[in-house]
């Protein structure tokens, strides 16, 4: 038993012997329950080698178990082999998820023990419905040596349409309606919102890792890691205490809300069961209302997140260009070699801040996984043939990027050109789609099912996520997926449209554009909302089998198509203005 | 003030006042939480004069209010003039809920009086949250000297593909896996399905006001009121008593509940407050599993229902021949003429037993409300132009059945043609839809909307509700409409597909087909289910825009009017066969 994660297992339970906990559950999450976490809090990935970015892991004194989803099945059990411990699949009808395993293991009021900082509030309320739960700080630091630290990455400024001023004022509103003092902000993309900053502490997510705490008359910001050298972060520091912004130390969050007197709102969904017992009943525990406000964008990053839609559709439309004529000529491209180059034309562009998130470069079996990781070493080669799948986006000054383009490298299968035709028609059935304003996204899911499932075909992910401006590519609460999560569709919000079809073992299709909620128009039957594309870059038609599509749907694809050319071509060289201009050349309809 | 209903609701706050009473709720339904109550429970509408379906009342010292929906603004506003009680609009986005209003009117453990028989254990739950609850039995008697008795009509037994004795395994069997020694059936529909007896003892529907008290070795049915006489009944209950099935007095449930030592599961929405108290701590409250059982028809259910809708189906046809000669040869018809002739054609069927509920007979202004109730008295005259909607439905010992067509009286505007062609556009795109098996109603919903919405149209309510074998034409728990309801659909439920268009004060269209869920098959994707249309009746093809349809569509209705004439050709007299098989001529697809 030399397997490195095996040791680091019985460690642990070395740990729990000493203790006398009957269990120890390490979540993925960090204290801010953010969706992809910074170095210091990827523990599961310590303890258990898995590298998938969902999965919570339980050890027991005989058991050693990691809850992930259907994503990961294959590479969980690879990684864990040799561990000792095993995969309990999630998104699975027959799932058991973590409190109810633990409920058939242990007995009632067995001892579970958590890391206070990192599991939410939430979560810690069901677990002592049936145990004694014990929550240590920091709980894998007693045996994680060389754990990293808190990351602290230069913080700068940004306009955003709205400034500071306006929105903590808007903020304070809300605590007065809501009876609260003050308001504990602990999901980043917050944070960040509501002050106009960025940083980069945490890969792909311009995020700084702290607290804002704010009440009718101070605000105050637990930002403060280590020392502060660069000038970037000093001139931000200089300007927020000049708006009457304190700063203090990130580890006394908790020592100043356990000081703190009255009505404390916080929302235990991304805040630590640490902070809540130190808020003690003085705790108002509610939703926080940034999160609703935030994904409604106002008119100035309406207006930027459009022109970076162009910017960014010029540097897919050059890497598709490079790329068609790359594998045509028979050169050797791989996957990875392609997501490089596709970054390289990114980084060309003014005002962009780094990738939104990890390319997804994949052609043949590699798309059929619809959260591949394009490998950096023996990274498959593009054939001249069938369909290369392209998912990536960029972080911009003036907003976020999410597009995904499939197109042909060569001849393809009819199965490819069939697949390739329903997943588009699927996207355009969502984004022509006309809805009452605040419909959830839920109920109009189908507009891109439906068309699929009339071919008894489907896919398991999600059709649409939020996305942020300069923020998260993932960003709540709104989605249009199968959840049945009531919250409303509404002006100003932008949204991904990504139907897929993927065939295990032979090749995948995704067509995704980000587009924007915006008003259809208002008749005796109420007011009514549709979607506008925001990405600007051609699909392709070359390999569409019309008999499957419906005249308004081609009348879309053209319509769309001569919008990209219109809105790029002349930020084009003329010889890729002049490829685009015969890809987007209208289908012609008898 | 010599209006009678402001007298009743004064003689109500004079029992208040002696009893000490803040308000008093009155709700709509009976003491088992049926859809439709029998007179002695139209408790509304002997103290305010109301008479929709759906409506409850508050009475406090100062205040009378009706709480009722979008269906019966106009009509309560007109029915409550002169009573002094007001108005309170439900279903819209500002309403305020009966609880919520108490809280804002009446201090913290304010006493509220309810009639302790109609009101769910679930309804006093939610107002103990706030209020001391007094729970009177028949509460009104006090006021109400000529009150109708419980009805108590003769009991027959029906054939059901599934005896009483497998039904009651069945059960018994979910007895043991839930840990419970008996069970309470209170809904109406529950107990007739489970016992295959049948009754009338509410108009429209074929049931017996009685509970069923199963527990693994006795059935107690609390059925009795008074002497019986009728031959048909004394033959039930023989058999019944034959099958091991104690009679006992309607009345005496609750003390054979509060004598009752196991464990009693009850569902509390449906159970009342008064039944719950008799079982104390020994209630084991969960939705009642006969109630999802019930929706999957049985093969020989299954074979019945189709038969019944082709037998319901002649009768609708030789109505619709029958109004489109009278009103082209320039007769007079009236709306609830046709309504009554409508139901002779019925009444000619061999094993109609009644309608399932009231025929909405209406043209113009009238079929523009979708709850129209026709007139009997002054009803308007059938005109020779425009649309006329008529929705009705015949009870069957082999089924239930509602039907909804809209036909053309002569020329029709081109609002009318428009109308008309997407609301059967938005039936067509339901009524073809295909969808992975347990997906909840809600999810597909927007196929019947999707049309409408791109044309800024809606509808205000639901899509589609499920129906019973010979029970309630609307049957839960899964329905096809707006609200997130997780109730999967799975193969042998029986559902509506009814879209329409409604213009205030001009005309109205509604498209109804009963449909059926089916296999539609397995592939790599999952197992889909698709819909089989019940109802045979054509849909009128003259006077479709036929730019608005698709070819699929327009396929399908071809498709579904070749099918009505194959199956009711030969069972119509000669010359309405003839009119039927040009009605049913197929559209020509350029």
Redesign the interface.
Known sequence: MSNIYAERIEALRSLMRGRGWDAVIVWSGDPHQSEYPAERWKQVRWLTGFTGEAGDVVVTADHAGLWTDTRYFIQAVEQLESTGAVLHKTRVPEQVLIPEWLRSQLGEGAVVAVDSLCTSAAAADELRENFTVVGVPDLLSILWGDRPGIPQTPIFRIQAGESREEKMEWLRAELSERGADAILLSSLDEVAWLLNVRASDIDYNPLVISYLLIGQDFAKWFVLKEDVEDPVTEETFDALQGDGIELLPYSEVGLEIAAFEGRLWLDSATASCELRQAAGGRALEAPSPVARRKEQKNPQEIEWIRECHIRDGVAVEKFLYWLEKSVGAGKTVTEWEAAVRLGQYRAEIDDYQGDSFETISACGKGAALPHYVTPRVDSPVIEGHGLYLCDSGGQYLTGTTDITRTVPMGECTPEEIRDYTLALKAHIDLA?????AGT?G??????A??P???N???FGHGTGHGVGFFLGVHEGPHQIR?N?D?TPLVEGMVSSDEPGIY??GRHGVRHENLVLTVD???????H?LRFEPLTMCHFDTSVLDLSLL?KWEIEWLNDYNRTVFENLGTLLDEEVARWLLDKTSPIVLE
């Open positions: 022509s789609a006309v809805f009452p959830p839920c109920r109009i899911d189908a507009a099912r439906l699929l499932w009339r008894l075909m489907d199968q049945l009531p065939r295990e259809a128009g208002t008749t005796e039957f109420g009514f419906d």
